[in-house]
C-alpha cells in the first residue's frame, strides 16, 4: 500500500508541473524554482510533513520534498542556534543531497561526452 501511496502523491505532484508547462508560459527552470519555494512555504508552516508520513518517497523526492528539507532544517537549527540558524540551517540539512547530485553530475560528465548534431 504505501507503493501506491507514493505513486499517487509523487505522481499529483508531477502532474501539476505538467500542467504548468502545458497551460502557462512559464519556463521548466521557473517552475522548478516555484515547486522548491512552495515546498519551503508548506515545509515551513507544517502542512508538507503530514503529506510525507502519509506518501513517503512520493512526496520527498520531488523538489517540493527538497524545499521541505530546507525549512525543516531551518526550524531546527533556530532552535538550537537561534538566528545563525536561519542561515546554516538549510545548508546543513541539504548539504549531502546536493553533494550527491554534484558528484553524480561530475561523474556522467566525465563518462559521457557531448557530440556536435
Do not use: H, W
Not at 15 to 21: A, S, Y
Amino acid at each position: 500500500m504505501i507503493f501506491l501511496k507514493a505513486f499517487l502523491v509523487g505522481g499529483l505532484i508531477c502532474v501539476v508541473g505538467q500542467l504548468l508547462i502545458d497551460l502557462t508560459k512559464l519556463t521548466p527552470a521557473k517552475i522548478l524554482v516555484i515547486f522548491v519555494c512552495v515546498g519551503v512555504l508548506l515545509g515551513g508552516i507544517g502542512v508538507y510533513q503530514p503529506l510525507v508520513e502519509f506518501a513517503g518517497a512520493g512526496a520527498t523526492v520531488p523538489l517540493t520534498g527538497f524545499g521541505n528539507s530546507l525549512a525543516r532544517g531551518v526550524k531546527e537549527a533556530i532552535q538550537e542556534n537561534g538566528f545563525l540558524g536561519v542561515i546554516t540551517g538549510g545548508l546543513t540539512a541539504c548539504s549531502a543531497g546536493v553533494t550527491v547530485a554534484m558528484l553524480s553530475a561530475l561523474m556522467v560528465a566525465l563518462i559521457c561526452r557531448p557530440k556536435d548534431k
